[in-house]
């Protein structure tokens, strides 16, 4: 019966050509953008409008990192946490800064803008192309990093949690004061997990937990370039 089983072979070929492809494209190499923003800040609002528009561009992982020097101004921010700002920190030597200011939009850890003006966000994402460092991916409860070259022999291994899509917080005093201020995939947690040394390397990855979602970063020490980056 040649003739019933030629449909079911190329059904097996179309599932494992379909296959292939979503496997491809999860292990796409991202292009990485991290707006650095306070709900105290009256100069942030635009910028996290903007990250709003660039965060389900194929390709671009959007993540907003409140921080918390602005507090003091009469509103502490809903979502900042000190590792956040300490990132940010970390970041401004190699960056050319002398500290942090916020809004900043630092893309793949190696260049940055302000991002409150119109399309600034997406030209940075255009000029600054994709992270590429090992191979990374997400399976099974499992990190897994491709063998590569490690700058200056290591890179540390960050762990994201964040939770998709947009929330909006109203402010209630400090600068923004009456506002309700729209935030894009805000980062809830940060945590080094370990190093990469250019060997490939497999490392537990924790359950996520209360809906958040999971990125990882394989990026230079002190505020380097990002090398890799994956979700779930």
């Given at each position: 019966m040649p003739s019933s089983r030629k449909p079911i072979a190329l059904s097996s070929l179309a599932a494992l050509a379909l296959a292939v492809s979503l496997s491809a494209a999860a292990a796409q190499p991202l292009t990485v953008v991290e707006l650095f923003t306070s709900q105290g800040c009256s100069s942030c609002p635009p910028a996290n409008a903007n990250l709003i528009k660039v965060k389900d561009q194929p390709g671009v992982l959007a993540l907003s990192f409140n921080v918390t020097y602005w507090d003091y101004l009469g509103w502490k921010d809903t979502f900042g946490r000190q590792e956040f700002t300490q990132r940010q920190v970390s970041y401004e030597p190699p960056l050319g800064?002398?500290?942090?200011?916020?809004?900043?939009?630092?893309?793949?850890?190696?260049?940055?803008v302000v991002g409150a003006a119109?399309?600034?966000?997406?030209?940075?994402?255009?000029?600054?192309?994709?992270?590429?460092?090992p191979s990374l991916s997400l399976n099974d409860g499992k990190i897994?990093?491709?063998?590569?070259?490690?700058?200056?022999?290591?890179?540390d291994v960050w762990l994201v949690r964040y939770?998709?899509?947009?929330?909006?917080?109203?402010?209630?005093r400090g600068e923004n004061t009456g506002r309700t201020l729209p935030h894009a995939n805000v980062?809830?947690?940060?945590?080094k997990l370990g190093s990469w040394t250019g060997a490939a390397t497999a490392l537990d990855l924790p359950p996520a937990s209360d809906g958040l979602?999971?990125?990882?970063?394989?990026?230079?020490?002190g505020g380097g370039p990002i090398l890799a980056a994956a979700t779930n």
């Open positions: 800064h002398d500290g942090p200011f916020t809004p900043q939009v630092v893309v793949n850890g190696h260049a940055d119109p399309g600034e966000i997406q030209k940075l994402i255009s000029a600054s192309g994709q992270a590429s460092g897994s990093i491709g063998a590569g070259a490690a700058p200056a022999g290591r890179a939770l998709k899509g947009v929330v909006e917080v109203p402010v209630a980062v809830h947690a940060l945590k979602s999971t990125a990882v970063l394989v990026q230079s020490p």
